[in-house]
Nanobody, 118 residues
C-alpha cells in the first residue's frame, strides 16, 4: 500500500524555523518527483516546492530564500526546511509523490499543521 507520512509540524513564533519530513513507502521512491503543498483555511491548495528525480528544485515566489526542499533516496524521505517563518505561512502542509513514468500515479500524505504566531 502506498503511504506518505508527514511529521515535524507545530507552533512556532514568527522568525523561527521548522523542518518537515515525509517518509514514503509502497512506491519506487527514486522514480518519483516529490513536492510540498500547503492549504490555509478558505484557500486553494498551492505548490510550495518540488524536487525532481534528478534533484532539480523549484519554489513558490513567496518562499524563495527561506525554504529548502531536499530528498534522501536511501531513507525514502523528502524534507522541507522552513526558516524565517511568517504568519502567512500558517497552513496544513501536504507531501506529494508523482511517478515520472506513470504520471497518473499521484499520492498524497495526510498533512501536518504549521502555525506561525506573530
Amino acid at each position: 500500500q502506498v503511504q506518505l507520512v508527514e511529521s515535524g509540524g507545530g507552533l512556532v513564533q514568527a522568525g523561527g524555523s521548522l523542518r518537515l519530513s515525509c517518509v514514503a513507502s509502497g512506491i519506487i521512491f527514486r522514480i518519483n518527483d516529490m513536492g510540498w503543498y500547503r492549504q490555509a483555511p478558505g484557500n486553494q491548495r498551492e505548490l510550495v516546492a518540488v524536487i525532481t528525480t534528478s534533484d532539480t528544485t523549484n519554489y513558490a515566489d513567496s518562499v524563495k530564500g527561506r525554504f529548502t526542499i531536499s530528498r534522501d533516496n536511501v531513507k525514502n524521505t523528502v524534507y522541507l526546511q522552513m526558516n524565517s517563518l511568517k504568519p502567512e505561512d500558517t497552513a496544513v502542509y501536504y507531501c506529494q509523490a508523482k511517478n515520472r513514468l506513470y504520471r497518473s500515479q499521484v499520492s498524497w500524505g495526510q498533512g501536518t499543521q504549521v502555525t506561525v504566531s506573530s
